[in-house]
């Protein structure tokens, strides 16, 4: 794992930590401010958590740099790669996620197709980042 690796990863963690403020701090928080202090923690009571934010987008932005090296094709443009990568990663934890939670917990089918559709976009936007910080990317 190169130099390269590190500040990609960085910078992913970092992306993953706006993207997801913007998806559930900004877009959302209409649809959850009724759970708050029933299905959800108050915004006083999640502060003490916060830090288990910063290592989940830690995961996520290494995780994702990491994978997007395996993930890698030539002859494809920079961007069909990163959407493509994104979308993959959606499929295989947002989507997966929020449905598990819909199944489980009384949220309506309103704010799941929310969470679904905005986190699906964030994670297509978060693959189009980390294929133009790629090294090996071919020109568009």
């Known amino acids: 794992m190169d130099k390269r690796f590190w500040i990609c990863g960085l910078a992913m ?14 877009l959302l928080a209409a ?8 299905l959800l923690r108050t915004p006083e009571q999640q502060e003490p958590y ?9 995961l ?3 995780a994702m740099t990491w994978l997007y ?9 920079t961007a069909a790669q990163g959407l493509r990568f994104g979308f993959a990663i959606a499929l295989l934890a947002a989507v ?5 939670y819909y199944a489980i917990q009384p949220l309506s089918g309103a704010l799941v197709a929310k969470q679904v559709a905005f986190d699906t976009i964030r994670f297509m936007l978060l693959g189009l980042l980390i294929a133009y910080l790629q090294p090996r990317r071919p020109v568009l």
Do not use: N, Q
């Open 13 to 26: 963690s970092v992306a993953t930590l706006l993207t997801g403020y913007a998806v559930h701090g900004g």
């Open 31 to 38: 649809d959850y401010a009724p759970l708050y202090g029933t």
């Open 50 to 58: 916060f830090a288990w934010l910063i290592v989940a987008d830690l």
């Open 60 to 62: 996520i932005g290494f």
């Open 69 to 77: 090296r395996f993930g890698f094709s030539e002859g494809r443009s």
């Open 96 to 100: 997966p996620l929020h449905l598990i």
